[in-house]
Each structure stands twice: as C-alpha cells, then as structure tokens.
C-alpha cells in the first residue's frame, strides 16, 4: 500500500513540477531574436510591414494581413522604401469571391500582375473591387528578385466583407 502511495505522490510532484516549469516559460522570454548578423557583410533584419523594402497595405497606412475589410472596393499600395529601384515585382492574386482589379501601373485585368519597375520613393497600386453586396478572400503573393542578393517575397491575407 505504501508504495501504491509513494508512487502516486512521485507522479503528483512530477506533474505539478511540469506545469510549474511551463508556467515560467510562458511567462518569459523565448530568446528570439529580431536581428541576425553574419561575416561577410550578409546582415539579415525582420521588420513589419510598415517599416520593410516593400511596403505593402491600404489606406491610411493599414496592414493587411488577416484583415476584414467593410468596403465595397480596397486599395492595397506597393511603396518601395529601399533606395534602390525594384523591378520585376510580380503580384499573384488569388480571391474566393468575384472581384475586379484595376491596377495604377497596368490597364490588364488579370490576377498575375507585374510592376516592371518601382523606383525609389515611389509607390504603385490595385484596387480590389467585389460586386455590389459581395465578400471575397484575397491572397497577394508578392515577389521580386532585383539584384542576385535581393529577394523580396511575402503573402498576405485579407477579407473584403461589402455585404452591408
């Protein structure tokens, strides 16, 4: 009997010594990092949104990602903030929903878009547009290899809900 007992409580400390030390980690840091820096010049930085090479969101200088959107239409803006001019920005839509796309820098109407050339400073767009009374889940897949060391690629996620 006692060791039936014994071994219980063994289990018992064990448990509660589990959740203890969970409970410690979740309450700290992880000890990521938001910066990692390597010989040969190669420094690579993570950064939101607002403040990357490619500056991507709408109006007012909201991000996009998981977003709901109450509109009928949403413009999303591509701001190259590097001071380098990109090219080859190409822009892969893929929607649930019926949508129309109008472009600032193209008059094709299709959901794979190319911003041949974005100069520094500068700043293009697409405006996304449901029918009257309709919602649709976008998907942007951006990607653009300027130069042999400079890739860009990034995915957002949206929701234009117009059905007020």
Known sequence: MSDDSDLRSYTRR?????????????????????????????????TNDLNSLLKVYVENEKLIDGQTIKKESVTVYFEN???????DIEIDIS????VEYDPSFSDATSPLFTISSLPSG???NIRISTQ??????????????TLPDLSI???RSFHIDNSS
């Not at 410690?24 to 040969?40: H, K, P, W």
């Not at 929607?95 to 019926?98: C, K």
């Open 81 to 87: 903030q590097s001071d380098i001019d990109l090219t």
């Open 14 to 46: 064990g448990a509660l010594g589990l959740m203890g030390a969970g409970g410690v980690l979740a309450a700290t840091e992880t000890l990521g990092f938001s910066n990692l820096t390597r010989d040969r010049n190669l420094n690579i930085a993570v």
């Open 122 to 124: 500068h700043t293009e």
């Open 153 to 155: 690629e990034l995915s």
């Open 132 to 145: 009257s009374s309709g919602t649709a889940d976008i998907t942007l897949d951006v990607s653009s290899d």
């Open 95 to 98: 929607n649930g929903g019926s």
